[in-house]
Structures are given as C-alpha cells and as structure tokens.
C-alpha cells in the first residue's frame, strides 16, 4: 500500500494517542461503563499501519489500537479524527470501509481463522470552525428505506454503530475541566482551536499551563513535545514569530527551547529549499499528473471530482508510486492501495 506522507497533524494525534493513558481516557470516556469493564485496557499498544482510503487522508487520520477482552481474546479499538469543517455525511460507510480493509490485512496475517476480532470505532471530531457533529451514527441510518420497508426487513438492514466525541461541543473553560490526562486535553485543544490561531501560544501557556507543563515533564514528554511545537509551527505559519514563542520558553525552560529553536531552524531552511525548487518540481509534478489523469480516464472511463483533486495535489513520488499501480489495478481503487 502506498503511503501518503504525514503532516503534522497526523503525527500529532498519534504520537499522542499512541500514549496508553491517552488512549484508554478517551476510549473510556466514550464506552458505556458495561462496555469499557469488558477490556483490558493493560494491553492496550498501537496496531501498525492506516486503514483510510489514499484519497481521504487529507480529511482523516486514523490509529488502530490493539488489546484483550477479559477473557482474553483479541479486540480493537479503531479511532478516527475528522478534522475538517463539515462532517463527512458517509461516516458509517467509510468506518465500514476501514474495517474491512484491516480484517482484510488481518486475515492475510492469520491464514486458516474462521472469524474475525471485534473492531470498536470512535470519531474524534474537532475543527476551529466550532461545528458541531450531526451525521448518523449508524450504518442503518444511510440505507434508503421508507419505514415501512425498514420495519418489515427487519434485521436485514445492515448495521454498524460508532462513537463520537464530538469536541467541537466544548468551549475552552469546559475543556479545562475534562476528567481527562493533561496532555489528551492540551491534544484536543491544539486540534481544536489551533489552526490559524495567533493568539495559541496565550492560550497554551496561560489557560493550560499546567497541563503543557505535565505532559513536557512526564516521561517521554520531551520527544511528544516536539510533535507539538511541530504542529504550532504548522498551524500557526505565518502569524506567529519567535518572539512569540517565548511564553513557551518561560513556562517549560531551556530544553523546551532548544527543541522549539531546532525545530524553527528546520522548518525556516525547508522553506528556503523548497523556493528554490518549488518551480522545477510543481512543473514536473503537474505534468506527470496530468498523465497519471489521463492514463486513469483511459482505464476507468470517468473519475470522481475528489480522485482528480487527489492526483492534482499530490507529489512526484507518490504519482510515480499511483502510475506505476495502474496497469496492474483492475479496480480504480485498486490502484490507491
């Protein structure tokens, strides 16, 4: 499967709910008491791999989490984060979708099972917009039935339930008093009202301080901090300086600084190399796009409006990686995998 490079957004929310106790908190949170009493939650630890479509990574980030019931057979715990400004409509079909695509790879890795684990999906959604989450939980729900019909088929009716965590119903004093550990409330309020934001770094230092404070200084929070001042330096590009950052200085001392500082430096200098090579690349990476389109409309005949996009923004790697699946790809899916 091709790989779409990550951001700094997806690295975020797994390198931070790949911490356990980040990620039995939320999961819990979510899960009825009866439910959440089932796992245990010791073996809890990251399953590798994304099981989101190529073409929706730029909408969701997903992290599959591995773990026991108490009678100690094999289950999954499936978390998505939404994060753009409307909830997608489909979310029970492609949560369906992503299922099956990991019980496919599952079964690759156990030739001979005659069953599969039980899988539980959570949304995690959160944009800096505020909308709230009103599309349907349940794969049921987007079956086009009249109601008699749906009474009268009865069970046959395809279901698939998720949970949300809808963050966006949240305000920023009500954040601060989630039960929740210190950094699975700084992640949520990055996700949350990050993006654009130039007044962040107040916002960090002075409403969440203690909490940025905790997770700098708990073990292995040095190495998840980098992921965070990564993500500030994206979210924030542009209306933000270093000068700015110093609240962060102040509040963590020098270590967080010279963390920020590097990170600064590398980002200043990618930017200084991609101007230099931003004319050469974007021609040749429109070019091959444009080749790549064509080559798929002779194969497929028509392309969704959100393939044509995909193909339009992606690298010139990843278009040599797609180019070179089409031949081979007797689906027009096929050739994202």
Not at 52 to 57: A, E, K, T
Not at 183 to 194: Q, S
Request: glycine share 6%; proline share 7%.
């Amino acid at each position: 499967m091709a790989e779409t490079p990550s951001t700094p957004y997806d690295s975020l929310f797994k390198q931070l709910m790949s911490n356990k106790e980040n990620a039995a908190a939320e999961l819990r949170s979510a899960l009825s008491p009866a439910a959440a009493a089932r796992i245990d939650w010791r073996w809890l630890t990251p399953y590798p791999g994304s099981f989101v479509r190529p073409d929706l990574r730029q909408r969701h980030t997903d992290l599959m989490l591995e773990t026991r019931l108490i009678d100690g057979t094999e289950a999954f715990l499936y978390c998505l984060v939404e994060h753009q400004s409307s909830p997608d409509p489909l979310m029970p079909y492609r949560l369906d979708e992503y299922r099956q695509r990991f019980w496919s790879a599952w079964l690759d890795e156990h030739p001979g099972a005659t069953t599969v684990p039980m899988v539980i999906s959570l949304v995690m959604h959160c944009n800096h917009e505020g909308r709230r989450w009103h599309v349907p939980l349940d794969l049921a729900d987007l079956i086009d039935l009249d109601e008699q019909s749906r009474a009268a088929l009865g069970e046959l009716v395809p279901r698939s339930r998720y949970l949300v965590d809808d963050v966006n119903r949240l305000d920023k004093p009500a954040m601060l008093t989630l039960p929740q550990p210190p950094e699975l409330r700084v992640l949520k309020v990055l996700l949350r009202f990050g993006p654009g934001n130039p007044a962040l770094v107040d916002l960090l230092t002075q409403d969440y301080g203690p909490d940025l404070k905790a997770s700098f200084n708990a073990a292995g929070g040095d190495r998840r901090f980098e992921y965070v001042m990564e993500y500030i330096l994206f979210v924030t590009a542009g209306s933000i300086s270093e000068h700015d950052l110093e609240p962060i200085y102040e509040l963590l001392g020098p270590e967080a600084k010279e963390i920020a500082v590097t990170l600064a430096e590398k980002y200043e200098a990618r930017g200084e190399a991609r101007g230099e090579a931003r004319g050469e690349a974007r021609g040749e990476a429109r070019g091959r796009a444009e080749a790549l389109l064509q080559l798929l409309c002779a194969k497929f005949t028509s392309l969704p409006t959100e393939v044509v996009e995909t193909v339009r923004a992606a690298d010139i790697t990843q278009l040599q990686a797609w180019t070179e699946s089409v031949l081979a790809g007797a689906t027009l899916e096929s050739v994202f995998d």
